[in-house]
Structure formats: structure tokens, C-alpha cells
């Protein structure tokens, strides 16, 4: 079971560049998110997902953007990348809401911006 | 605001007992989950807790307490494969999960 799939693992951008990170789930799954992981602290949502073509902005949304154009895949771009962004990228999913319904997450994407 | 406490670090001996603890402040309340993160790799759920009171789940155990905002993670017969992040997470009234920074656990021999 291939569950929740990350691509790439690994990237190194210049600033300025762009790209997108791409997400896959096979669990029928109707949310799914985009979190980002820095050194010391919590998981921070980017935005996320209730269903197929509909997306939120969650606590740090700014210089990315995302599309839910079906219901497995969810894709989150970097318009401009800028050194802020050096961070690990996480694609989680779930069934419904997360009202006690645990998340699925990706392998993670490991970004540096230099 | 929203907030998440849980200890940075904490260190305990292999098939001993420790105890995670993780204090929320959130607008409102659905829930508190845990999850383990082994170093880079992704987190994976341990428990849900929504009622008062533990919840047992072989080695693992999980408590809440509403009234004191507070919960822990009880760990049991340690195993050096335990060693990891643990991530407390609650869910506030928007079904938002608000994420602490985890508490680095080590395993010693």
C-alpha cells in the first residue's frame, strides 16, 4: 500500500526560482494538507484541502499556492522561493476532518533555498 | 493564542517507563492527538483522545484531562526503537491541528 506519496525527496533551489511539490494518496481520502517542519518548532499547516477543487489557507499560506484539481493528488507551488522556505514539507490526508479521524503524511520533502 | 507545551527533551532507560506531558491552550477543543516521528521520517499517529481519562493501547497509553488542558503520553517496557520525536496535537473548534514542537525522547541502554 502506497498510501501517502511525496515527490521529489530531496530539492535545492536558487532564490527566485520556482516549483511545485507534488502529492499523491491512494486512500480515498477527502482532506488533505500541506505542512511545513522547521527545527523547533510544531508542524505549521500552508493550506489544506476539505474536498476535490477546494482549498483554505491555514497559518502560513504567504509565497505558495496549491491545487486540488482531483481528488488523490494535491500540488503546493512556490512562486518566488526565498531562503525562509528552506524547510521540510510534509502532504498529509485524511478521511474527512480531522475530528478524531488520525492524518496519513507523506515522506516528506526536504527543500533548501539558497 | 494557541499554544502547545511539551518538553524539548527528555532521556530515560531501555525497558523503563516515562511519561510525556503536553499542556494546550486553544479556541475551543475536538480533540488531542499523539503521533511518533522517528528522525527524518514522517510522523505516524499514536493516539486520539477526546473524553477525560486513559486510553491503553499495548506499551502505549494516552491521558487527557479537559478541565487542566493537559495530557500525557505513558510509555511502557522502553525499547530503543521508542526512541524518536513525540508530537502533542490538538484540535481546536475549526478542526484545525495545532502542532507543539515535540518532545525529542532517547533511549539509553
Known amino acids: 500500500n502506497a498510501g501517502v506519496t511525496q515527490t521529489p525527496k530531496f530539492q535545492v533551489l536558487k532564490t527566485g526560482q520556482s516549483m511545485t511539490l507534488q502529492c499523491a494518496q491512494d486512500?480515498?481520502?477527502?482532506?488533505m494538507y500541506w505542512y511545513r517542519q522547521d527545527p523547533g518548532m510544531g508542524l505549521r499547516l500552508i493550506y489544506y484541502s476539505a474536498s476535490e477543487g477546494t482549498t483554505d489557507k491555514g497559518e502560513v499560506p504567504d509565497g505558495y499556492n496549491v491545487s486540488r484539481l482531483k481528488k488523490q493528488n494535491f500540488l503546493l507551488g512556490l512562486e518566488s522561493a526565498a531562503p525562509s522556505q528552506t524547510s521540510v514539507y510534509f502532504c498529509?490526508?485524511?478521511?474527512?476532518?480531522?475530528?478524531?479521524?488520525?492524518?496519513?503524511f507523506g515522506q516528506g520533502t526536504r527543500l533548501t533555498v539558497v | 493564542g494557541q499554544n502547545i507545551d511539551q518538553p524539548t527533551e527528555m532521556t530515560a532507560t531501555e525497558g523503563a517507563i516515562v511519561q510525556i506531558n503536553c499542556t494546550y491552550q486553544?479556541?475551543?477543543?475536538?480533540?488531542l492527538f499523539w503521533y511518533q516521528q522517528h528522525a527524518g521520517e514522517a510522523p505516524t499517529f499514536l493516539s486520539y483522545n477526546v473524553l477525560d481519562g486513559l486510553e491503553e493501547k499495548g506499551r502505549f497509553s494516552s491521558f487527557l484531562s479537559r478541565s487542566k488542558g493537559y495530557s500525557y503520553l505513558l510509555l511502557k517496557e522502553l525499547q530503543m526503537k521508542d526512541s524518536a520525536s513525540y508530537l502533542c496535537a490538538a484540535l481546536d473548534s475549526n478542526y484545525q491541528l495545532i502542532w507543539g514542537a515535540g518532545t525529542k525522547l532517547i533511549i539509553k541502554p
Open positions: 486512500m480515498n481520502h477527502n482532506s
Open positions: 486553544t479556541s475551543g477543543f475536538n480533540g
Open positions: 498529509a490526508s485524511s478521511h474527512a476532518d480531522l475530528g478524531g479521524t488520525e492524518a496519513f
